[in-house]
T-cell receptor, first 131, second 110 residues
């Protein structure tokens, strides 16, 4: 069964750093774009970061830009999130998620929108930022 | 403040049909497909509907999605108690270069 498992969460003080990892199994990791999404306690889902399958293109949410760095090691089927300058507001469960998608295309006189979605999620790892 | 707008709560009785709406803009739902995720209590989110109206393998046909312009909706027919969960709409935003989510809708089966 295809699976994503996150680890590396824990307790950290404000201003500290933490590195999360996500290990993929039972699928060809290098073929897929990947993302990190988090959920603060009692709150909704917040997308954090994207990386393409080769690791050359990355995007970040404004809330973490300049503080978090996404990376991947396709040889190790591993995705990482380096989190620096952590704040109390970064307390959340962090999920890695696999992305699938297709560009916009037209066929038979009809055009179809581009699609991008997160089809496989890990169980999450909890990060608590507290003094 | 979520980029996509959905009602915070919805409810229905067993067997009923409920719908959850999701509103966005031209840079997200207006250009890309809308997707729906379900999060059961204490669990990780899972993909429920992709590409506006596609059900992944294993998702019952009681769940359906639709989109028109910059809005979309999720419909659940034949409501069951196990459908109690949080439901999130999402789409890729071409301006933000980001997956944007709605704030989530908590579905209660009365």
């Amino acid at each position: 069964e295809e699976q994503l498992v996150e680890y590396g969460g824990g307790l950290v003080q404000p201003g500290g750093s933490l590195r999360l990892s996500c290990t993929a199994s039972k699928f060809t990791f290098s073929r897929f774009e990947m993302n990190w999404v988090r959920q603060a306690p009692g709150k909704g889902l917040e997308w954090l970061s994207y990386i393409d399958n080769g690791g050359s293109t990355t995007y970040y949410a404004d809330s973490v830009k300049g503080r978090f760095i996404i990376s991947r090691d396709n040889a190790k089927n591993s995705l990482s999130l380096q989190m620096n300058s952590l704040r109390v507001g970064d307390t959340a469960v962090y999920y890695c998620a696999r992305e699938r998608g297709a560009p916009r295309y037209c066929s038979g006189g009809r055009c179809y929108s581009a699609t991008r979605y997160l089809d496989l999620w890990g169980l999450g790892t909890l990060v608590r930022v507290t003094s | 403040q979520a980029v996509l707008t959905q009602p915070p709560s919805a409810s229905g009785t067993p067997g009923q049909r409920v719908t959850i709406s999701c509103s966005g803009s031209g840079s997200n739902i207006g250009t890309n497909t809308i997707n729906w995720y379900r999060q059961l209590p204490g669990m990780a989110p899972t993909l429920l509907i992709s590409s506006d109206d596609q059900r992944p393998s294993g998702v019952p046909d009681r769940f359906s999605g639709s989109k028109s312009g910059t809005s979309g909706s999720l419909a659940i027919s034949g409501l069951q108690s196990e459908d109690e969960a949080d439901y999130y709409c999402a789409a890729w935003d071409d301006t933000l270069n980001a997956h944007v989510f709605g704030g989530g809708t908590t579905l209660t089966v009365l």
